[in-house]
């Protein structure tokens, strides 16, 4: 009997319970006119999960290695780009990260295929409303070296996503509850007005059965 081989490879991590942040999961997004749409989403990963930053750190460091083989000739390059950020710091632009962002690990994962989504027990989410930017959730993500028009660096892959349980919706999200409230609503009944009283007398018109022009009713 042959020993089954496990697949993870060391540039694969599962992530603990991370927050997600722009979420594309359940449908692709372009990032600019003329790209190819993908599924994507940021992830959250608290500063105090040290554990999957070490994972997460050791995993760049094989697909940088990987790299130097297969992608960048032997040579590992002066400046490598790697997609993970500081909350704390800024954007590459220059801008602060948001709010949420803060204590905060920040990468964005990103596929040309959809990913598995499940719930705790395993099970396919396909209610599309249960996920959404502000879940919590664990997510496989698997790193790889890239050369693209001279830039090098590493990227990060999006696998499949479990999601540990709900969280505030960020982005303007509101749930119907928070929208009409609990109970039923006290609708006021609308004054009844009478038409003839308060308006001129209009002729009416109904149709003529055999012509189907419109005549003026008798009443």
Not at 202 to 219: C, H, K, L
Request: aromatic share 8%.
């Amino acid at each position: 009997m042959e020993e089954c081989e496990m697949s993870i490879k060391p540039t694969m991590v599962t992530t603990g319970e991370v927050r997600i942040s722009y979420e594309h999961l359940m449908k692709p997004r372009a990032n600019q006119p003329g790209a190819e749409p993908k599924f994507s989403a940021t992830l959250l990963i608290p500063k105090s999960d040290v554990a999957t930053k070490q994972r997460i750190d050791e995993a760049i460091q094989a697909a940088i290695q990987e790299g130097i083989g297969s992608k960048w000739n032997g040579v590992k390059p002066p400046q490598v780009a790697i997609p993970i950020y500081d909350g704390d710091g800024v954007r590459p632009n220059g801008e602060p990260f948001g709010p949420e962002c803060r204590g905060h690990w920040v990468m964005t994962a990103s596929s040309k295929i959809r990913p598995e989504i499940v719930d705790l027990n395993l099970n396919p989410i396909i209610d599309e409303t249960e996920v959404y930017s502000g879940m919590y959730a664990r997510v496989n993500i698997n790193f790889f070296p890239y050369n693209n028009a001279g830039k090098r660096g590493i990227g990060c892959g999006l696998g499949p996503v479990q999601k540990t349980r709900d969280g505030e919706p960020l982005g303007g999200r509101v749930s119907a509850a928070e929208v009409f409230g609990g109970g039923a609503p006290n609708f006021q009944t609308a004054p009844q007005y009478q038409a003839q009283a308060q308006y001129p007398s209009q002729p009416s018109f109904m149709i003529d059965p055999i012509t189907g022009q419109p005549t003026t009713s008798p009443f």
